[in-house]
Structures are given as structure tokens and as C-alpha cells.
């Protein structure tokens, strides 16, 4: 998928994440975790500009999903603790989760092409495909992005009571 497809794809598997923290009254934490998820939803693509990393390798893998966002709530819990001097274990575990959510939304999308993914290297050479379209296909990416806009439309509507 292009960048596009995968903004919709981060967005539509975050909207119900959005939902229940909206009707938590946690509004601006559910506008935090969609700017997060929206923020490394092309990480994963970062392989096209590293020299020798395959594209679709490592960085679309399980292990990538797991340990990017450790690192990424590493940093948050470090950057509380000198701005907060108290870090909220919560906080850092949401940072953690929405930055899986948003990786492991790349690898699907990217799951949907005939070149798919290989989830579970290195310790596996099983390869993944939906084999649904092209990464290149402009309706997929336009269709896929537009998903994700509606569902999050949808998700606002139903925190704010307008559906």
C-alpha cells in the first residue's frame, strides 16, 4: 500500500479504540493516540531508505510490531519522568498499544497485496497474502483512506452523540 492506504487502514482500526476513550470522557487522550497512530503507520516503510534492509523485511515483521513501541514507551516514560517526575504506567502502556495498533495496521494493509509479508521472520520464511490488490492500485489506496476517514467521522459522531 501507498501512504494514503495506510492512513486509512491506521485510522480505521483505531476508530473503536477512539470511541471508548471518547465515551470515557478521554476526548483529547483519543485525539493523542489517533495523531500517534497516524504518526508511525508508514514507519514501517522506512526500508526503502535504510542500505542493505530488504523491503518487507525486518521492519514488516511481529518482532518490529513488539519492539519499535517498547522503545517508543521507553522514551515517553523517560520524558515524563523528567518533565513529570512521576510517570503514569497507564500512559506509557497507552503509548506502547497505540504505537503496536498503528505497525501492526501497516502490516495488514500490506498483507492485502500479492507481495504480502513475512510476519514472523526470522524465525519463520512463511509468507502472508490476502492477494486482495496492488500496493499500487489507486482505488485500494483512495478506498481504503476514505474507510478510515468515515470510520473515524463515525467515531466522533458517536462520542459526541451526533449519530
Known amino acids: 500500500m501507498y501512504q494514503l492506504g495506510h492512513y486509512g ?29 497516524l504518526s508511525f503507520s508508514t514507519l514501517p516503510d522506512c526500508d526503502h531508505s535504510l542500505p542493505f534492509v530488504a523491503h518487507r523485511g525486518i521492519t514488516h515483521t511481529i518482532g518490529f510490531v513488539l519492539l519499535v513501541p517498547a522503545v517508543v514507551a521507553g522514551a515517553a516514560y523517560a520524558t515524563l519522568e523528567v ?7 497507564t500512559v506509557v502502556g497507552f503509548v506502547y498499544g497505540v504505537t503496536a495498533l498503528s505497525l501492526g495496521s501497516h502490516l495488514l494493509a500490506d498483507a492485502l497485496t500479492p507481495m504480502g509479508i513475512t510476519p514472523f521472520w526470522p524465525l519463520s520464511s512463511y509468507h502472508f497474502s490476502l492477494r486482495v490488490t496492488t500496493a499500487k492500485n489507486p482505488i485500494a489506496n483512495y478506498g481504503l483512506f ?5 470510520a473515524s467521522v463515525l467515531s466522533i459522531g458517536v462520542v459526541t452523540g451526533g449519530l
Do not use: K, N, R
Open 9 to 37: 487502514v491506521a485510522l480505521l482500526l483505531y476508530a473503536p479504540v477512539a470511541i471508548w476513550l471518547g465515551l470515557a470522557g478521554e476526548e483529547f487522550v483519543a485525539l493523542l493516540g489517533a495523531v500517534i497512530c
Open 146 to 150: 476514505a474507510l478510515g476517514v468515515a
Open 83 to 89: 518533565t513529570m517526575g512521576s510517570p503514569d504506567p
